[in-house]
């Protein structure tokens, strides 16, 4: 009876080990894809800002053309543009286009669908 139960004691003892080291897997896969899609939220948000640099280049240039005088101003703009875009805020078509990016990623989706519908976790499911 005593060898039995150390045996069983053993078993369940692998068991707890090997879902210990499971979840702690889990947890490692889930902080390294929330650090994914924090390094892609930012490449959108940064895509996103160099549009918004280009379009004030292009109306700097278009004004800049209208009064003739786009060589004179050249250096002021630069100045001026990276400072605007620093503390720019981002309008409402910004915004959505961030949100684009974001969700036009295959990685975005596929998280997206897992949080909104998990598949039941049950501890067959775990250890094996």
Do not use: W
């Not at 078993?11 to 490692?28: F, G, I, M």
């Not at 994914?36 to 940064?46: G, H, P, R, S, T």
């Not at 998280?111 to 499911?125: I, M, Q, S, W």
């Amino acid at each position: 009876m005593l060898i039995e139960d150390t045996r069983l004691s053993k078993t369940q003892l692998e068991a707890e080990r090997k879902l210990n080291r499971d979840l702690k897997t889990e947890k490692t896969n889930f902080y390294s894809r929330r650090n994914e899609l924090e390094e892609l939220f930012l490449k959108c948000v940064d895509e996103t800002r160099k549009d918004i640099e280009r379009r004030r280049a292009v109306t700097f240039a278009r004004n800049s053309n209208l009064n003739g005088t786009l060589h004179k101003t050249s250096s002021k703009f630069d100045d001026s543009l990276e400072s605007a875009v620093k503390n720019e805020q981002f309008t409402a078509s910004d915004k959505r286009k961030v949100l684009e990016l974001l969700l036009s990623n295959e990685n975005v989706l596929l998280f997206l669908y897992e949080k909104l519908f998990p598949r039941a976790v049950t501890t067959n499911t775990l250890i094996s």
